[in-house]
């Protein structure tokens, strides 16, 4: 190494350009966050709402359009019942077993009946809108199909009532 050195951080310069010491736990760790960032980009890449042809082409038997269903803002007592279409894009019927959410709040409801190659069918998720506030639900549908389990997400926010007097009930006369 030159005559003059300097360090800096981790890292140590000499008057020489050429020469530069870098300590090895620096490289590491960055090599470590390189990794871990470029792991971050693959996943969240699959994670992407495919096309039904994309769907098709990557061997995907039961296809959700989308993975996110949005509620919106609802009022506090009203209906809570959300359909999620699917469809079948495999060579055999598809049999649902089972489909379960993330808490009991959202109470999800399926067909009994195989869904044959190239059909659709339906799944009714309900959430308790008596519980203001926003809120994320996960769903998992697990079925015959190659790819399941298939992980859904239902959110919203529930916004209370203008009014919380129940109007059924008579006005008080004095």
């Known amino acids: 190494m030159g005559g003059y050195q ?4 981790r890292i140590a310069l000499s008057d020489d350009p050429m020469e530069m010491i870098i300590h090895p736990g620096l490289i590491i760790k960055n ?3 390189l990794l871990y960032i470029i792991t971050l980009l693959l996943i969240s890449g699959s994670c992407v709402n495919k096309t039904e042809k994309q769907a098709m082409q990557s061997g995907q038997e039961i296809y959700f359009a989308q993975s996110t269903y949005d509620y919106g803002e609802i009022e506090e007592g009203s209906d809570g019942l959300y359909t999620i279409g699917f469809k079948n894009l495999g060579d055999a ?11 009991g709040c959202t109470v999800p409801s399926w067909p009994e009946e195989p869904v044959e190659p190239g059909a659709s069918g339906e799944i009714q998720v309900e959430y308790n809108t008596r519980l203001t506030g926003s809120f994320m639900k996960s769903v998992y549908v697990y079925s015959s199909a190659e790819n399941s389990p298939v992980k859904l997400t239902v959110k919203g926010k529930v916004l209370p009532r203008k009014n919380p007097i129940d109007k059924s009930l008579p006005e008080l006369t004095e």
């Open 6 to 9: 300097k360090v800096i951080g």
């Open 31 to 33: 090599v470590k966050k």
């Open 93 to 103: 019927p598809i049999v649902i077993n089972r489909v379960r959410a993330s808490c």
